[in-house]
């Protein structure tokens, strides 16, 4: 596959690191020192599919096709308010596109998941242009009253819209069973039968576990790609990294030895918006005229699971 669009959507309401200390024991200094964060985009009158759709459809026009030439849908998607049917049908309808859709839950490495699932239906002939979305609330799933996780995230969107072509240049996908580390646990309906206890909490993180986990896997996971594609690390122009937090990406820029120019961020002004992230940072990218034909790029994501995806493609653009 190749990538030929990108996309995005943020929520209106961006949230300060001095609008949290106003009703959390926190600060800025915490907030900047810890995780790199400055400010993140909140959903408050958003629904997450409208802003699902906004970047599919600025996806698939930075693409040059229309609806009617996406042939498959795929959705990374944690949580939303539907628990059915799935985002990438709600899209579906939206755009106005009549293809088979599904949704893809891989936490924050989901977005990389669904390339590469793309590029499997594309090399097996069932599909020709496919449209890959990212949308993600990671705010609804925290407790705003604990310092501790909920100042870590944002809301958005992000879209990439593939083809045929040679420009995944590989991948890699792991999981490894790890659920007391980072989860999310909601009840469902009681029916007259239920006796198991069940009980609804916030998302449960364990940040030091998740930090050092995460930057081994990651440094790994491109250590590996690099070395099955013979290149070293500095033939990659940029790292697209999970935003997650400012330290994380600068320890694995320390690990493949190399300077921040080859890492963009924008944790800054977005937090961490799940799998979003890489999708939301690669259409910066794209749309700032960073990216030249032939660029080398490497995206990288982990999340809950424990879930880590990577690949290395070449822009094609
Ligand atoms: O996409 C999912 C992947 N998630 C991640 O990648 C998150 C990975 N982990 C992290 O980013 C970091 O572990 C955190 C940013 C979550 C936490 O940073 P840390 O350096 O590991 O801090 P800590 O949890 O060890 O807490 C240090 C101190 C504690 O106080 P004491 O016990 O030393 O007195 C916390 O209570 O900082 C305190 N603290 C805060 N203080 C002010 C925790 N949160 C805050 C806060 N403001 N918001």
Redesign the pocket.
Known sequence: MKIIGTGRANPAKIVTNAMLEEF????DE??RE??GMTERHVISSEKLEDLATEAALKAIENAGVTPADIDYIICSNVVNEYITPGLSCIIQGAIGAKCACVDVNA??SGFIYALDMADDRIKSGKAKTILVVAAEEPTRMVDWKD???C??FGDGAGAAVVTEGDALIGSRLTTVSKTEC?HYVRTLEPTPYITKEEEAKPMY?N??E??KT?VLSSSRDIRTLLDEAGLQPADIKYYIL?Q??M??IEAICGQLKLDMSHFPTNVAHYG?T?SASVAILLDELNRDGKLQKGDKLVLSA???GFTTGACIIEWTK
């Open positions: 959390l024991d926190t600060s915490w907030i810890r995780t936490a924050c310092r501790s996780i100042v870590l980072l993180m940040g030091r998740v930090f995460a999970h997650a937090n330290r994380i961490n799940s982990f999340g809950a």
